[in-house]
């Protein structure tokens, strides 16, 4: 069974930095992408990482600020979150894919369930 479990949100002040994980269990190497989604808005793109972590892809909206990674050994992503503005509010969301690098939601077959980020100004 495919599992996603997000943590690391939390209430922060603009400026600061931080790093959200994804554990992922049931599946190993696979693409891996970070999304955020503001109330009543499409899911947003921020980075995508591929199995081995050898390519990564950044969201124009986020490019210079987030950084994704992962750690194969501990089957878990990250995304570093620097200089976060209060437009960074959101439920940030992390989706395995069995394809290539990907901005696309739809090309992720699973999703964990949210991790709330707040940045106070």
């Known amino acids: 069974q495919v599992q996603l479990v997000e943590s690391g949100g939390g209430v922060v002040q603009a400026g600061d930095s931080l790093r959200l994980s994804c554990a992922v269990s049931?599946?190993?190497?696979?693409?891996m992408g970070w999304f955020r989604q503001y109330p009543g808005k499409e899911r947003e793109f921020l980075a995508s990482i591929s199995g081995r972590g050898s390519s990564t892809h950044t969201g124009d909206s986020v490019n210079g600020r987030f950084f994704i990674s992962r750690d194969n050994a501990k089957n878990t992503v990250y995304l570093q979150m620097n200089s976060l503005r209060p437009e960074d509010t959101a439920a940030y969301y992390c989706?395995?894919?069995?394809?290539?690098?990907?901005?696309?939601?739809?090309?992720?077959?699973?999703w964990g369930q949210g991790t709330q980020v707040t940045v106070s100004s």
């Open positions: 049931g599946l190993s190497s696979v693409t």
């Open positions: 989706a395995a894919s069995h394809g290539p690098l990907s901005g696309t939601p739809w090309d992720y077959n699973y």
